[in-house]
């Protein structure tokens, strides 16, 4: 079954910010797909088992942003 999660993340501010933080994201295993908000500077992650949070936020932060 497939879950969600939610963060938001700060610093981007434009399509190609959005498409960094998207495609870093979607490297990490179980991840289903992503979408990015990018006026409310949300980041929707489908993925199937668990994900780990931390790697997550890892990632984002490798592209220079930060989750809030």
Not at 32 to 49: A, D, G, H, Q
Not at 50 to 62: A, P, Q, R
């Amino acid at each position: 079954m497939e879950k969600e999660l939610i963060i938001k993340v700060d610093g981007m501010k434009c399509d190609n910010c959005a498409s960094h933080v998207k495609n870093a994201i979607e490297s990490i295993s179980n991840v289903n797909s992503v979408s990015v908000n990018l006026k409310n500077k949300e980041v929707t992650i489908r993925y199937i088992n668990e994900i780990d949070k931390s790697l997550v936020n890892e990632k984002v932060e490798e592209e220079g942003y930060k989750v809030i």
